[in-house]
Nanobody, 124 residues
Framework: VQLQASGGGLVQPGASLRLSCAASGGSFGGYVVAWFRQAPGKEREFVAAIKWSGGSTFYTDSVKGRFTISRDYAENTVYLQMDSLKPEDTAVYSC??????????????????WGQGTLVTVSS
């Protein structure tokens, strides 16, 4: 499975962006698809995840209520809708695919396919 992440950009605080993670060479069926981010000088951080089958979602506390992860079967794509963006959301966002159990979705070692990152910059 190859992943293509897109949708990053430069926005002002309070704005919205939607990131996309599209799969090629396979489908997301049976997998968990997650978004991670890494800010300059910081460790990679879990953001959100979704179970392709069933649709269960998981979020890190700092984005709950602001970010929404969703899936589109027809497009074989996972989206991350990011609203009320803050400067601290600035990072390179990457999508990943794996089969972690629910209690392990936030651990990047559980994922074995990764897309390239897309840069999100939130600045006035």
């Amino acid at each position: 499975v190859q992943l293509q992440a897109s949708g990053g950009g430069l926005v002002q605080p309070g704005a919205s962006l939607r990131l996309s993670c599209a799969a090629s060479g396979g489908s997301f069926g049976g997998y968990v698809v997650a978004w991670f981010r890494q800010a300059p000088g910081k460790e990679r951080e879990f953001v959100a995840a979704i179970k392709w089958s069933g649709g269960s979602t998981f979020y890190t506390d700092s984005v709950k209520g602001r970010f929404t992860i969703s899936r589109d079967y027809a497009e074989n794509t996972v989206y991350l809708q990011m609203d009320s963006l803050k400067p601290e959301d600035t990072a390179v966002y990457s999508c990943a695919v794996g089969r972690p159990i629910s209690s392990a979705v936030r651990f990047h070692a559980m994922y074995y396919y990764w897309g390239q990152g897309t840069l999100v910059t939130v600045s006035s």
